[in-house]
């Protein structure tokens, strides 16, 4: 390998040899085959692999056959029904498009090439195999350079070969820990680290460390299969049974953000770049890929103007996630929103549903059911308040409105779902009848209830600003953060009462508490009443169960919290948006601290998701009611680990208590050793150790800092 050598050193060299560097091309030099000088890089691969082809052969090129024969006079309308079909997967190329015709009729031949500028997106035109223009022409597409392929097909049929069966890694071998630990992700400087969170030792155990791993961010899958990192190039996803080995790359190059599907079947890509003129958008690109083969399933490409409609959140104007997955774990469908419309598509085809986008005219804002294929949208007021705004419920595929409810005065309007599709709560906030001021109410939907039923919410009073609004996780009950910093009120209501299922019942409202966020448990019954930002990471444990606080702490600057997937622990983090106390701390859900990390310049931390359980409802509920029975081994393991810490303290004090009496014997030691010195520096009076010759007495001394004379009258 070659050495290196500093820039100074080689202006010395070529001094010396009499070349004029300022006449050297460096971009021209490239470097000897296979060396590195030492500065190895991760995207080497990528770079070399995934970049885009451009014009390589054929494979940009496809054939599309049974189309209809036509006259000369119809060729141009033909082509441009075909040219719009093709032109929403790719770019055609100027000359990109050739219809073959009969010589002596002058009719078309029944088919086509049409010629992409990338061989990704004549692989993507493929997905039109099957298309049905009309009852008699379904296209039949192949990519050019497959004919060459079918014509060295022998004549003879030979056996394939055999090749022997090599099982993968079982990449949810980490919920098989015999400890029923679970596992998170950090980002501090620039390493990536994955950890068990071992609670019973009372620290993290390390599972895989790896410096410049991403070069953004990190995020976990949604079942916690895959980690994906970012990088210049694209994306990757890392998993394993042992350690994280890189599953598969994905080419985007400049890619900013990342989604999964909610069944990880999929992956969504993002980037934006600048245009070429400064008066014009910025140009976004959209991939959508599977997760499992890498291949580009669909991708879309406009500006940012086009991809900015409504939503919140995002980079340069657009709202991310640009498309919403609906359906549930099957990812049956995604969509976009889109001006006076919501493009829903279908991942069977990757193509809109019905061919059609849902024409909604003036909507704003649509969100999917978490676990059935149901959008909710809403519709602010038009003509001045003339025709109300509303929220619609729609069932897809068939796109049958299942719901309607107009509302007016709207100002705004946000919609919370449960996360097990149960309930709706729409939060609308409106203006009084001077329209200097609003006050919000909630329309609360029973959507797995005949007719779906809708309540109409109100605080008590109703002029209360709501600063949170949250769902507990696979339950009935919600809490609201409603009233006047810095101290408001917490609410927590029932979609259930004693006497009637129906109505909404108030369990009980905590007065003046310090908070601004709220952080169910992910099992519900706990929750966390968080006071971040400008409250310092003021906490409190509630459970909800018995309307008690288990305890308060505080982490001062606290800027994330984040449940376990079990609810077990709680995780709170000081991110390096402040520049002091980087790092994060775990705790129990009843809000014992059981340990401190700190991390300098820290990012990230997130726990790994679970995937759901394969136990019945009934199972659980059984579990649940025999916890006795099924926790005495753990509480057997729980003593063992407690004796067992018990016995590392002692052996730890031990170890201190050696330690220190090896360091008084050493000083006694050297004591003894200079005793002649301390002797001969006394000019031979006896060594310190003989005190009786010594006798300690006090001495006041008194000293006169000033005298001062005065004659004072005297009268009798």
């Not at 060729?75 to 997967?89: A, D, H, M, P, T």
């Amino acid at each position: 390998m070659a050495d290196v050598m500093l820039l100074n050193e080689v202006e010395t060299t070529a001094a010396r040899l009499g070349i004029d560097l300022s006449e050297i091309d460096l971009d021209s030099i490239r470097l000897p085959p296979g060396e590195d000088f030492g500065i190895k890089s991760d995207d080497e691969d990528v770079f070399r692999d995934e970049n885009m082809e451009f014009d390589s052969g054929f494979g940009n090129i496809i054939v599309v056959d049974n189309i209809p024969v036509v006259p000369r006079e119809k060729f141009e309308k033909l082509e441009g029904v075909i040219r719009k079909i093709y032109s929403q997967i790719g770019v055609i190329k100027e000359d990109g498009f050739w219809m073959p015709t009969d010589p002596e009729t002058h009719k078309t031949l029944g088919f086509c090439f049409v010629e992409f500028n990338t061989p990704q997106e004549a692989e993507l035109a493929l997905k039109t195999n099957g298309y049905k223009l009309d009852r008699s022409h379904i296209f039949a597409v192949n990519l050019f350079d497959d004919f060459e392929k079918y014509m060295k097909v022998p004549d003879e049929w030979a056996p394939p070969e055999v090749v022997p069966y090599t099982p993968g890694e079982n990449l949810q071998k980490w919920l098989t820990d015999e400890k029923a630990r679970d596992q998170f992700v950090i980002r501090a400087g620039t390493d990536t680290e994955v950890l068990w969170n071992d609670a019973r030792q009372m620290k993290p155990d390390p599972v895989y460390k790896r410096a410049y791993w991403t070069e953004s961010f990190v995020q976990w899958s949604p079942l916690g299969t895959y980690l994906a990192t970012v990088h210049r190039q694209g994306a990757a996803v890392w998993g394993g049974a042992s350690t994280f080995n890189r599953l598969m790359r994905y080419a985007h190059p400049q890619v900013g953000l990342i989604d999964f599907s909610p069944g990880e079947n999929y992956l969504v890509t993002y980037s934006s770049h600048e245009p070429s003129s400064p008066d014009e958008p910025k140009r976004v690109v959209i991939n959508i890929f599977d997760v499992r083969t890498g291949k580009v399933m669909r991708d879309f490409k406009g500006t940012t103007d086009e991809f900015a409609i409504a939503g919140s959140g995002g980079v340069s104007g657009v709202s991310w996630p640009v498309f919403k997955w609906g359906g549930g774990k099957e990812d049956k469908y995604f969509a976009r929103l889109g001006k006076n419309l919501i493009s829903v598509y279908e991942t069977e085809n990757f193509f809109l549903l019905d061919k059609k986008s849902l024409k909604v005219e003036n909507v704003m804002d649509f969100s999917w059911s978490p676990t059935d294929p149901i959008l909710a949208l809403f519709v602010p007021e038009l003509g001045g308040g003339n025709q109300p705004a509303r929220v619609s419920l729609y069932q897809i595929p068939s796109k049958e409105e299942l719901r309607q409810k107009n509302l007016f005065s709207v100002s705004d309007c946000k919609m919370y779902w449960q996360s097990n599709g149960d309930y709706l709560a729409v939060k609308v906030d409106r203006y009084t009848k001077t329209k200097k001021s609003t006050y919000t109410g909630f329309e609360l939907f029973r959507i797995k209830e005949r007719d779906i039923p809708i309540e109409v919410f109100e605080l008590e009073n109703k002029t209360d600003k709501i600063i949170a609004f949250a769902w507990e996780p696979k339950g009935h009950r919600f809490a609201i953060i409603h009233g006047d910093n810095p101290r408001p009120d917490v609410s927590f209501y029932s979609m259930r009462s004693g006497n009637n299922t129906g109505r909404v019942s108030k369990l009980t409202t905590l007065k003046g508490k310090q908070a601004n966020a709220l952080y169910w448990s992910p099992t519900g019954r706990y929750i966390i009443l968080a006071g971040l930002k400008g409250m310092n990471g003021q906490l409190e444990f509630y459970n909800v169960d018995e309307l008690e606080t288990m305890a308060t702490a505080e982490h001062f600057m606290a800027t994330d919290i984040e449940w376990d997937p079990t609810g077990r622990y709680v995780a709170t983090a000081v991110t390096s948006v402040h520049e002091m106390e980087n790092g994060f701390n775990i705790w129990s859900f009843n809000g014992k601290l059981l340990y401190r990390i700190l991390k300098d310049h820290f990012f990230q931390f997130l726990w790994r998701p679970r995937p759901p359980p394969f136990l019945s409802p009934e199972k659980e509920e059984e579990i649940a009611k025999n916890l006795k029975k099924y926790s005495k081994k753990y509480e057997a393991e729980d003593q063992d680990v407690s004796m067992l810490l018990s016995e590392q303290d002692r052996e730890k004090r031990k170890m201190l208590k050696e330690e220190w009496e090896k360091w008084v014997a050493e000083w006694k030691r050297l004591h003894e050793e200079e005793r002649l010195e301390r002797e001969k520096l006394r000019d031979g009076e006896a060594s310190d150790d003989d005190e009786e010759e010594y006798e300690a007495k006090e001495v006041e001394v008194e000293e006169v800092l000033e005298t001062t004379e005065e004659i004072l009258p005297f009268e009798i």
